[in-house]
Every structure is written in C-alpha cells, then in structure tokens.
C-alpha cells in the first residue's frame, strides 16, 4: 500500500525538533551587536507570486556599490529572526556589504523548494520573489550584480541550493548550511515535504544531481557559482548522508574531482575537506561537523562563508587547529574482497613520523556507487562520497611505527576501485 506524503502539519512536527535546538543555538552564538543602522521592511519590490516580504540591513559603512548577500532563514523562522539571530548582519558592519533577508508568509514558514515551479529557472514561487529582491537591491540600493551571494540554514540552505541551481549567473556564491542537493526535495503531487530526501535515503550519482540542477536553466554554458556546505553528524531533521550527496552534485557541477585537494581540521569537531583547488575560494568547500545535530550556523560559521564568498576585506583564514600529524608521516595500505555487488576493504594506517599520534581522523573519497554497510576497529561517516574514519577508544593512540587495522562492508554499482588518496588529521599519506 502506498504511504501517503505527510502535509503541512506532519512537514512542522517533523521538522520542529530540529528547528527548537536550532533556534536555541542561533539565540546564545548570535554576536550582541549593537546597529547603528537598522532592519527595514521593502515593500512593491517587484514581481512576487508567492507574497513573500523584503526586509534589508544596510549598514552605514557600506560603500557606493556594495556587495549583496542574501541571507535565508530555516522553517517556523523569518526575515528578522535571522537578521537577529545570526552573525551576518554584525559582519556587514564590519565589512560593508548588504544584506537582504526574505521572509515567507505561508503557514510554517518554510521556502519552497519542492514545487516543479521553484525548480525551474524563472518558473514561479519563491526564487522568483527573491530574485526581484535582488534586482531592486540592485536598482535602489546600488549593489554590485558581479557580487551577489546566498547563505542560508535549513529549509534556508535547501533554498541556497535552489537559488544556484535556478540562476547561475546571479549568484557567484553560496554556502548552505544543513541542506540537501538541488532537487532533493521535488514533489509533484502540492506536497512540500519529501521524506525520503530528508532520511537521507536518496542517493545518486554525481553526474545525474549534476544534471538536476544544469536542467533548471537549460542551455546555459557560463560560469557556475561555487558552493560551501555544512552539516552536523547528528543531523535527525535533514539527515546527515545528506552532506554526501551535495558534495556529489555540486563537485559535478563545477566539473572538479570528488577527491579532496584539502583537508584540515579549522576546530577539533570539524572535517574540512576542498575540491578543485586548496585556498579559502575553492570551487567546493564542505565542513563536517562532529556531534553537531540540526543547530547551525553556530559562533564563528557565518565569519567563515562571508571568508569564503572575499566579502572579509582580507580574504585571511580565521586561525585553524594545526594538524597533529605533520605532512608525510603516515602511509596506508587497501586491500578488498569483491563479489558481484558488495565488496569488503581492509585498511592499515601506520604513523611514520617521530611523535605519537594521540586521536586521528582518516578521510578518503569512496568511488562512486559504493556505498558503506557496516565497518570494525573505527566508526565511518558519511556512508559514501567523502568518508572519514574516525579512532574507537582503544586504538587511539598510534606511536611512533604503529599500525592500526580497520575495515568496512559496503555495496557497489560496479566499481570496486580503491581509493585515490588518505588523508590523517589533514594531513596527505603515502599508499601502497
């Protein structure tokens, strides 16, 4: 018997217990700044089919011609929500750029991302309202259109992916923090909830979430804008596997490997990994963060996206962790048993170096198709895409010439490659 699709009062229970912590955590991180300026509501701002309010922070060291981030809030949330309980509005202080913050008016408060209109470039609802924000930014406030980005949390971030996938040639940037790829959450039946997005049990390859989001402005040949992701290993709102699967879509969008160029560890719970390049705008840049659950963005997040989008007026890196295993002190050997759709893989991390290894992280790009069942000796997150394993409590500690074994189960759609490369604390290993 078909399920049926919850509606909207299944879509704000679901979701409330995520957005309660979420709410709790943007009220203690927010920055107590206090404005000069002040948040002030747009009205007649230009074609709006789904009757969505403009609110604008201009602050009083913007320049002539200033930047423009868009900033977009989670369910149950508003435009001065976000405008009071996040960093963005403290930063355009800072740095000197505007930011307009959209508001839905429909009962839930949640964008729509799901509708066949909102998925398609100048096909209705929501981006098409926000769009107009944009233009008018543009026209009555002087924004630069060469630097317009997107930030958003929750059903803000799936919008984030929404607003790239739509206009490409708008957006140079976005950072979406706890999302879900562009044409996750797709219905066709008026539902704006896809359950099985949100589980994180729809997974594809990188070429067809490619394709999704290229076939929202079909033809288009240009430039496409770069992507930065969030999301919390304990994310039970938006689920975790989630994370992968934009990594997977947005690496195909930008046409760059799946396999990072950079890893580090910015704070002790969270995994950076960049792909297509090493610096601080790289094509795809993505954060895991340990423990986290459906609570970002936290103190210091919204610093690193307007870093990643050059609105800092440096470009400089806030201070990262130094990587507890120096360049070139590990090596890793990978030896698998395959059969017609499963695979096991056998992996062997030795600390070459002359200091003791005390906690460690091992992250490595799984081919595409395979996918994680079950794993001994570490624990292993996501289940595809971009994997790290982490240390269990007993094999901690690796001295100077220790090995420590681990392994893990997993399905394939035909690939049982290795592989290309490991990464321990950020830092690259020999194989073989």
């Given amino acids: ?97 505007l930011v307009v913050y959209p508001s839905v008016t429909r009962s839930g408060g949640c964008f729509d991302v799901s509708s066949p209109q909102a998925l398609e470039r100048g096909g209705g609802s929501d981006p098409v309202g926000i769009m107009s924000m944009v233009t008018y930014a543009e026209q009555h406030y002087g924004a630069d259109p060469n630097r317009v980005f997107v930030a958003g949390a929750s059903s803000g971030a799936m919008m984030t992916n929404v607003l790239l996938g739509d206009y490409p040639d708008v957006f140079k940037a976005g950072a979406a923090f706890m999302g879900v790829p562009f044409g996750c959450f797709a219905t066709t039946d008026g539902s704006s909830w896809n359950s099985a997005c949100a589980d994180g049990t729809v997974t594809r390859t990188p070429q067809q979430w490619g394709d999704l989001a290229r076939a929202a402005y079909p033809g288009y040949t240009g430039p496409r804008p770069r992507m930065q992701l969030w999301h919390g290993t304990e994310d039970t709102t938006l689920r975790y596997p989630n994370f992968g699967e934009e990594i997977k879509q947005w690496t195909d969008v930008l046409g760059v490997s799946q396999t990072p160029a950079f890893t580090d560890r910015p704070q002790s719970t969270w995994t950076r990994t960049r792909y297509g390049g090493t610096g601080t705008q790289a094509p795809v840049e993505a954060i895991s963060v340990q423990g986290a659950g459906h609570t970002l963005p936290t103190a210091g997040m919204a610093a690193r996206a307007i870093s990643f989008f050059g609105l800092d007026s440096t470009t400089t890196e806030p201070p990262t962790d130094p990587p507890t295993t120096p360049a070139g002190t590990c090596r890793v050997t990978y030896t698998t048993s395959t059969w017609n759709t499963g695979l096991t893989a ?87």
Avoid: K
Avoid at 377 to 404: D, E, H, I, K, W
């Fill in 1 to 97: 018997m078909p399920r049926r699709r919850p509606g909207i009062r299944s879509l704000l229970t679901a979701l409330l217990a995520g957005i309660v912590p979420l709410l709790a955590a943007l009220t203690l991180t927010a920055a107590p700044a206090a404005h000069a300026a002040s948040l002030t509501e747009v009205t007649g701002f230009g074609a709006n089919p789904s009757n969505l309010r403009m609110y604008v922070y201009r602050p009083d060291s913007a320049p002539a011609r200033p930047a423009v981030l868009v900033a977009v809030h989670y369910c149950t949330g508003s435009g001065p929500a976000f405008y009071s309980g996040t960093e963005f509005a403290s930063l355009a202080d800072r740095y000197g750029f």
């Fill in 346 to 432: 056998q992996i062997t991390v030795t600390n070459t170096g002359t200091t003791q290894v005390d906690g460690w992280a091992l992250t490595f790009t799984l081919p595409s198709g395979q996918t994680i069942t079950s794993g001994w000796n570490a624990t292993f997150s996501p289940a595809g895409g971009t994997v790290t394993a982490r240390n269990m409590a007993y094999n901690a500690v690796l001295a100077p010439g220790a090995s420590t074994t681990v392994g893990f189960q997993a399905t394939h759609t035909g690939d049982t490659g290795a592989p290309t490369s490991f990464s321990l604390n950020g830092a690259p290993c020999r194989t073989g």
